[in-house]
């Protein structure tokens, strides 16, 4: 069961928070998500655990400070020779593959540049990115 605070945080069922640590001048996120049964993307084949990989993602800025999230990301295997893939790792709604912020630090980017005048650059130095 997620405590009240988790909820708040990312409002997803399968994220857990596993620490907070609080920096300089930001504040990481130690958070992993629940393994499910996966298939493969190529064929569907279900796949095992095979350990987790740890993915610095960038969050929403809070208290005036970056979050960035270290999310331990489940990878997967599966011995299947008709395929070269043999490990791939979890797709999950907190973040697109491959990117470097969260999908609500993303959303949240392009609300102010709508709604704000605001300068790119202060986004970026919000977030905590280059």
């Given amino acids: 069961m997620l405590s009240a605070r988790q909820r708040a945080l990312f409002d997803l069922p399968d994220v857990h928070v596993l620490a907070v640590q609080r920096g300089p001048c930001s504040f990481t996120v130690v958070a992993q998500t629940s393994p499910a049964a996966v298939g493969c993307p190529c064929c ?16 929403l800025p809070c208290a005036a400070v970056s979050v960035r999230v270290l999310w331990r990301k489940p990878i997967f295997t599966y011995r299947e020779p008709a395929f070269r893939i043999t490990t791939f790792s979890q ?40």
Avoid at 104 to 122: F, G, H, K
């Fill in 44 to 59: 569907g084949v279900v796949a095992t655990g095979h350990g987790r990989r740890e993915v610095l993602l960038h969050y």
């Fill in 91 to 130: 797709v999950h709604e907190l973040t697109a593959a491959r990117a470097k912020l969260t999908t609500r630090a993303i959303a949240w980017a392009v609300t102010q540049l709508r709604s704000r005048d605001i300068a790119v650059s202060a986004l970026a130095q919000m977030l905590g990115i280059a």
